[in-house]
């Protein structure tokens, strides 16, 4: 069949194929590649997640839960959160990793026309979701403002896009793809804006253990301040299970119930052996990969600070170098095809074609083989 005998919905002209899959396609038809361009660690689960979620399976613990989540791990959810945050949210529920978490925020909140704000660079599936349902979107530039400023808001621009009156504003830090971290003095801003509009702020916390140099600021105390805030979050990437697809939800009892009813429809329910496995893991200490992850973080940076223009990661696993000066996108993605490399280009997540992906969250020898053929570009 053709595209055209399809009689597709109109949002599917909206929808564009993520740069990140191509690259994953890519992989597979390439010999011994040097793949930066994955977004889930590098390690896997810790064996006791498996066993128990093993265990789970023998023990006929196979059928749906609560579209909830278990109790327990909803429960184990929050106590982690509150403990490190001083705050318990007041509801939470597990859902079908953040990306369900964020179809379900957008189908409960956003009406075809409705404005959003969104970072640019972006979460690619950010822009393709709220394609899906019609929405306006407006984006706030994080781009630095000269070598070496860091991914930062402007407040200026912030200030005259709040003035729009946005339905909801998309916040990303720890970011991907660009690695910066937002200060609580930008988080602030966005509580103060969000609550003078109404505006609603959706918060994607799923890079939370990836931070470097310290703590990382949340939005997730800033919910006592301002009410129209959910927070998501998930196993994917701290404990090394992304296609177990579990994440969470948290926020005000009464729009998470929407999203509750909503889940009853779609995802109905998170896996149910792998819940078991989770709640095995919620509480372990996953300190030794976040230092290995550090170091990978230095080795890039240390590799590539002489010879890009590139902003010190300060969360997530990736960086977002600036092309070379005279080269074109299209130009340096096959260069680095051509000596098996891949990266992802820049404009899968930004208006703009100027920078691109690498993803540190693989082994050492792989990060290594791709150091030296980026700084093998440039020499
Ligand atoms: N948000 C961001 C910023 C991500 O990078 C990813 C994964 N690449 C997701 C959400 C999706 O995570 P999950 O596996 O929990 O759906």
């Not at 998470?256 to 509480?283: H, N, S």
């Not at 600036?322 to 299209?330: F, L, N, R």
């Amino acid at each position: 069949m053709q595209e055209k005998d399809l009689n597709l919905a109109s949002r599917m002209g909206r929808i564009e194929g993520s740069g990140v899959r191509r690259m994953f396609e890519l992989v597979s038809s390439m010999k011994n590649p040097i793949n930066l361009s994955i977004g889930q660690a590098d390690y896997d689960a810790p064996s006791e997640m498996k066993e128990a979620a093993i265990r789970a399976i023998h023990e006929g613990k196979n059928k749906y839960t609560v579209t909830e989540g278990i109790p327990a791990l909803v429960e184990g959810v929050l106590n982690r959160i509150e403990k490190r945050e001083g705050f318990r949210p007041e509801s939470a529920f597990m859902t079908s990793g953040v990306s369900g978490g964020l179809l379900l925020s957008v189908l409960a909140l956003i009406d075809p026309g409705d404005l959003v704000l969104l970072p640019d660079p972006y979460f690619v599936m950010y822009k393709n979701v709220l394609e899906m349902v019609g929405a306006e979107l407006a984006f706030f530039d994080l781009y630095p403002k000269e070598p070496g400023a860091g991914w930062r808001v402007h407040p200026d621009e912030l200030v005259r896009l709040f003035a729009r009156k946005p339905k909801l504003v998309l916040v990303n830090s720890p970011s991907n793809p660009t690695g910066g971290i937002l200060s609580s003095e930008t988080l602030d801003l966005f509580t103060e804006l969000a609550s003078k509009e109404g505006t609603w702020i959706l918060s994607d916390e799923i890079y939370d253990h990836f931070s470097y140099d310290g703590p990382f600021p949340s939005m997730i105390p800033r919910m006592q301040q301002h009410e129209r805030s959910i927070v998501l979050g998930g196993f994917s990437k701290t404990w090394g299970v992304p296609g177990w697809r579990l994440g969470w939800a948290l926020g005000p009892d009464a729009i998470l119930d929407k999203m509750r009813l909503l889940q009853q429809y779609t995802f109905v329910c998170c896996p149910t052996p792998l819940q078991y496995g989770a709640l095995m893991g919620i509480e372990r200490d996953m300190s030794e990969e976040l230092e290995a992850y550090r170091k990978k973080r230095d080795l890039v940076f240390d590799g590539l600070r002489d010879f890009y223009d590139l902003e010190k990661t300060e969360g997530s696993f990736y960086a977002f170098p600036a092309y070379p000066k005279g080269w074109t996108e299209t130009e340096f993605i096959q260069a680095c095809l051509e000596r098996r490399l891949l990266v992802v280009p820049g404009s899968a997540f930004s208006k703009r074609a100027t920078h691109f992906r690498i993803s540190f969250a693989t082994n050492e020898k792989s990060l290594q083989e791709g150091i030296e053929v980026l700084r093998s570009l440039v020499k």
